[in-house]
Structures are given as C-alpha cells and as structure tokens.
C-alpha cells in the first residue's frame, strides 16, 4: 500500500512512499533490505524531525540502511545559498549522521525541473535486488495522475557520504 508524507510525517511502506511538494520541503527516504522508511523535511527542526526518523526506525527493528535519498526543489529550499547543490549534499551529509553516522551512497533529485506545484508528489519505488529506488512525479494529488519517471542518468544526483 502506497504511504504518503506530510510535512514533518514520518513513515515506511514497502512498496511506495511519496511526499507532497512544498516550496521549502525535503523528502528523505531509507531504503533498507525490506522496507523505505520517510521523512518529510519542512523547514522547521529539521535534525529533531530526523532524529524521530531514526527512533522510529530503531523501534522497528529496520535493519542497515543500504540507500539514502532525498530530493526537493532546490530553489526553494536553498534560497539564499550560494552553491545550492552543495547545500543539498551537506543536508543529507547532516543526515547522514543523525541516522547512526550512516556511509554510503547518497541520492536524489533538484525538483526545480518538473515546476512544483500543489498537488505535485514526489515518490520512490524500491527495487530491493538491486539496492535502489527508482524516482516519479506525479502533477495530481498523492495516488491520482500520470505517473512521470525522472530520469536516472541525466536528473540523479548522487554521491558518497
């Protein structure tokens, strides 16, 4: 069943977790062996909301972390930075540590792309063979609309943390 994140929600679903788009929002995903495990990132208390992410996490007994992902419009929520992508990859670097001082790779989209608008959901389908999810858009409200892939080879931003 399809799990959709509020902000400052957090959550897990084996097949599909997703999060609507707000201007200033982050959607981080876990990707263990069995399960994604979510937050959705406002801009408020973001180490306290990653923190919950974690507890929720230990109290589920989730396993290591093999994928971490986190994707959002980076104009949004990087306004003011003068290098937003290195922004964004020092977030999920914070990140990263608050999940148990996790390393390994980390992934996402720049959301500026699809335009972001109400009723815009990003959401992550996991392939667990491979260690790795695939990434959609959809333009409708959570569950409704065409489902758009984002491009892995030319939208994924990826490195190691």
């Not at 069995?34 to 109290?59: H, I, K, Q, S, Y």
């Not at 992902?69 to 003011?80: K, L, Q, V």
């Not at 020092?90 to 996790?102: K, N, P, S, Y």
């Not at 390393?103 to 500026?112: E, K, L, M």
């Given at each position: 069943?399809?799990?959709?994140?509020?902000?400052?929600?957090?959550?897990?679903?084996?097949?599909?977790?997703?999060?609507?788009?707000?201007?200033?929002?982050?959607?981080?995903?876990?990707?263990?062996?069995?399960?994604?495990?979510?937050?959705?990132?406002?801009?408020?208390?973001?180490?306290?909301?990653?923190?919950?992410?974690?507890?929720?996490?230990?109290?589920?007994?989730?396993?290591?972390?093999?994928?971490?992902?986190?994707?959002?419009?980076?104009?949004?929520?990087?306004?003011?930075?003068?290098?937003?992508?290195?922004?964004?990859?020092?977030?999920?670097?914070?990140?990263?540590?608050?999940?148990?001082?996790?390393?390994?790779?980390?992934?996402?989209?720049?959301?500026?792309?699809?335009?972001?608008?109400?009723?815009?959901?990003?959401?992550y389908s996991p392939d667990y063979g491979a260690g790795a999810c695939d990434i959609h858009y959809r333009r409708a409200s959570a569950g409704q609309g065409q489902l758009h892939a984002i491009d892995s080879e030319t939208?994924?931003?990826?490195?190691?943390?």
């Amino acid at each position: 069943m399809p799990v959709y994140l509020n902000a400052g929600e957090v959550g897990t679903a084996r097949d599909l977790l997703g999060f609507p788009q707000a201007p200033r929002s982050l959607g981080v995903v876990a990707m263990t062996a069995g399960a994604l495990f979510g937050v959705n990132l406002d801009a408020e208390a973001p180490d306290t909301a990653v923190a919950t992410l974690r507890d929720f996490m230990a109290t589920r007994q989730a396993g290591p972390i093999l994928a971490l992902y986190g994707s959002c419009n980076h104009a949004g929520r990087y306004a003011d930075a003068a290098n937003r992508l290195a922004a964004w990859q020092a977030e999920m670097q914070g990140v990263a540590g608050l999940l148990g001082a996790w390393h390994g790779p980390a992934r996402g989209c720049n959301t500026g792309f699809i335009e972001p608008r109400e009723g815009t959901t990003i959401e992550y389908s996991p392939d667990y063979g491979a260690g790795a999810c695939d990434i959609h858009y959809r333009r409708a409200s959570a569950g409704q609309g065409q489902l758009h892939a984002i491009d892995s080879e030319t939208r994924l931003l990826a490195f190691e943390v």
